[in-house]
């Protein structure tokens, strides 16, 4: 066997061994027995696929335990979809590998074919609470984001005054967080009517969380900065980083395409900015303000 082969082998061979220890680790942790049943036979068969390679190599190869752990500990602080959805990511590796390997290594298609599965699987059977109310969680943030910052840029060069724009921005965005809370209850309610598994008040209180959460990192640069304008500027480059933390949280955790639904955001809420920086700018020459 070639050292080229030889190494390439040994290296998804770890990483068979490395999977199955995680998702080992985590059906411990699960309590639904179906998530439980899956995560469980999956394990299985990464074991197997170690076991495979290495009849083939001849080694016993050491998991990477660091990636164990830290996998473990993403997966019980961001949620099982997001852990393992992004863990699943590195078997891509493995799948052109496996795919590509000579033809009479018909073993190893299989395992190709075994490790296609897994993402599949896991699409379909995981199920949890962060991701059934991700609809409310994106209401709070989108609403906080659009609405927020086109309200701070049109303040900013309105006011031109760091703590009034400050106060200005927390009214507006507590009165508007009770506001959202109040939409996503009566939103929830309705699908609740519509045989939805969703509670109205964990919804209205998702919403109403995420949208406060995101007023408190928007309004924050306004008490550090003497400048407004850099204010401003932090302000709105934290609003990018949120959407594009968020959108890379979800398109993960469910499997969707990044790109498309962060530059969508990301454009809406530049877009409302720079429409209430040139309203405050409109408004003030109109209205002959200085403050």
């Known amino acids: 066997m070639r050292d080229r082969t030889l190494n390439i082998l040994t290296r998804m061979q770890r990483n068979e061994i490395t999977e199955y220890h995680i998702y080992s680790k985590l059906a411990n942790t699960i ?27 001849q080694l016993e190869i050491k998991p990477r335990w660091f990636k164990v752990y830290f996998y473990y500990v993403i997966a019980k602080i961001f949620g099982l979809s997001f852990g393992l959805k992004l863990m699943e ?25 075994d490790e296609q599965k897994h993402e599949k699987a896991l699409l379909n059977i995981l199920s949890e609470e962060r991701l059934e109310y991700a609809g409310s969680i994106v209401l709070g943030l989108n609403d906080a984001l659009v609405e927020l910052t086109g309200a701070l840029a049109g303040l900013t060069f309105a006011l031109q005054n760091n703590k009034l724009i400050a106060l200005a921005g927390m009214i507006t965005g507590f009165a508007a967080s009770l506001s959202m809370a109040a939409s996503g209850y009566l939103s929830s309610k309705e699908e609740a009517d519509e ?31 003497s400048n407004v304008f850099i204010s401003l500027g932090v302000t709105m480059t934290t609003a990018v980083l949120i959407i594009f933390l968020y959108t890379f949280y979800i398109t993960t955790a ?12 990301a454009l809406i809420s530049i ?3 720079i429409i209430g920086f ?4 409109g408004l003030k020459l109109f209205l002959g303000v200085d403050v």
């Open 271 to 273: 877009s409302i900015a």
């Open 89 to 113: 990511r590195g078997e891509n590796l493995a799948v052109k590998f496996y795919a590509d390997y000579p033809a009479e290594k018909s073993d190893l298609k299989a395992l190709s074919l």
């Open 278 to 281: 040139l309203a405050g700018l």
């Open 254 to 265: 469910k499997g969707l395409k990044f790109w498309k639904r962060f530059l969508e955001m």
């Open 195 to 225: 045989k939805s598994s969703k509670s109205p008040l964990k919804a209205a209180l998702y919403t109403g969380i995420a949208y406060i959460i995101t007023v408190a990192l928007l309004i924050t640069p306004y008490f550090i900065f």
């Open 31 to 57: 309590k639904d027995p179906a998530n439980k049943d899956v995560i469980q036979r999956i394990a299985g068969e990464e074991h197997q696929h170690y076991t495979k390679l290495k009849s083939i190599t």
